[in-house]
């Protein structure tokens, strides 16, 4: 056996053994609805203060932020509390972990494909063989998909708080770290309706199984939630508005996350109601808002990168099978990998997560207007 075929046969035993304890590991969590990230592994002595410091200095950074420009202070208690400072730890440190664990023997069968298929040699390897290790990748990205979708299934008023904080860095801390290619209002409005989503999400998710009447305040309630969201930072970065109006909208808009974050942060065992904000939060937030832009069909935002990646491969076996690059095989497949990389930073690991979750880009009038019940339930009852 040569030293290559040998790299790839551990390759090969190191994902599938790799693979194996992932699935026994995760299966329960998964099929149970109890993936929270650090349930485990957090409480180890040892293992618990991992990136526990990192999400302490954060939130207490963001609190010298907002001191003095919000007045009750009471309102920025809940930012140094200790249960919105475990969620922050658990999605910032122990669901990214997870996240690479997950993907890791994939990628190493990515490298391991690479190293040792050269352009040379494309036309010396059976295509099954090739077509092999894709299929690790392709399982180990699937996996990672699956877990995004169990912890936010698991663990949504997690996602919720650290969403919430994500918004709040934006106007504070992390005002100046706008993506290049954007201006800060328009981040700034994406990550609202991002917290938006995530409130949907969340009213779906903790009111199942609940009965009717709590479930529709919960879902009133999330609506309007939304509503005075998506009002707040309209007027702020809208250009109508004055500096005076958009000081005040601003500060409102950060009273309302606090309020948030005050009970999605609640421990599970003290929750004994659907309330997801305060109603003082809700003043003065007319009853039409203006939806969020239109954004493509998650499917097809998931299927445009998924078919660049297919013909990617398919150009690469094409070139290296036929030989008719003969050496510039190699620079033409990375100048293709490079093209592809903004739709990889864009999409991130989102496959499974877009088809299954449709509830990110679900109008608030649905949510917020009861249906009528059927006729024979109506004869029923």
């Not at 090739?130 to 008023?157: E, K």
Request: glycine share 6%; charged share 20%; proline share 6%.
């Amino acid at each position: 056996m040569s030293p290559r075929q040998a790299f790839l046969t551990f390759v090969f035993y190191f994902w599938f053994l790799a693979t194996s304890c992932q699935l026994v590991a995760y299966y329960v969590p998964w099929v149970s609805g109890t993936r929270e990230p650090g349930r485990l592994l957090g409480r180890v002595p040892l293992l618990k203060r991992l990136g526990r410091h990192t999400a302490e200095t954060r939130l207490g950074d963001l609190k010298g932020e907002l001191t003095g420009r919000l007045d009750p202070q009471e309102e920025l208690d809940v930012l140094v509390a200790k249960p919105l400072v475990d969620q922050v730890h658990a999605h910032a440190t122990w669901a990214q972990l997870s996240r690479i664990f997950i993907a890791a023997p994939g990628i190493l069968a990515c490298v391991g494909l690479a190293l040792v298929v050269t352009p040379s040699t494309w036309r010396t390897w059976p295509l099954w063989s090739i077509g092999t290790y894709l299929a690790f990748i392709l399982i180990s990205t699937l996996l990672t998909c699956i877990d995004i979708w169990a912890v936010r299934n698991a663990d949504p008023a997690g996602a919720v708080s650290d969403m919430a904080v994500r918004v709040l860095e934006s106007f504070t801390t992390h005002a100046d770290k706008a993506p290049s290619k954007s201006t800060t209002a328009a981040w700034q409005s994406q990550m609202v309706e991002r917290l938006c989503g995530v409130l949907l999400r969340r009213a779906h998710r903790e009111s199942a199984g609940a009965v009717p009447g709590s479930r529709l305040a919960m879902a009133q309630s999330t609506a309007s939630a939304v509503r005075a969201l998506r009002h707040r930072s309209s007027i702020v970065h809208g250009f109508s508005a004055t500096d005076e109006e958009r000081t005040v909208q601003e500060r409102e808009l950060w009273l309302l996350i606090c309020s948030i974050l005050r009970y999605s942060s609640r421990v599970r065992a003290d929750v004994t109601d659907f309330r997801v904000v305060d109603g003082e939060r809700l003043a003065d937030v007319p009853d039409t808002v203006p939806d969020a832009t239109a954004l493509p069909s998650p499917k097809a935002r998931v299927l445009v990168p998924l078919l660049f990646f297919c013909a990617l491969v398919a150009v690469a076996v094409g070139l290296g099978a036929t030989g008719a690059a003969g050496e510039m095989t190699t620079p033409i497949v990375a100048a293709l990998a490079l093209a592809a990389t903004p739709f990889a930073h864009r999409f991130g690991v989102t496959v499974i997560d877009s088809f299954v979750d449709p509830l990110t880009s679900l109008p608030v009038e649905e949510f917020d207007t009861p249906r009528p019940l059927p006729e024979s339930v109506r004869q029923a009852a």
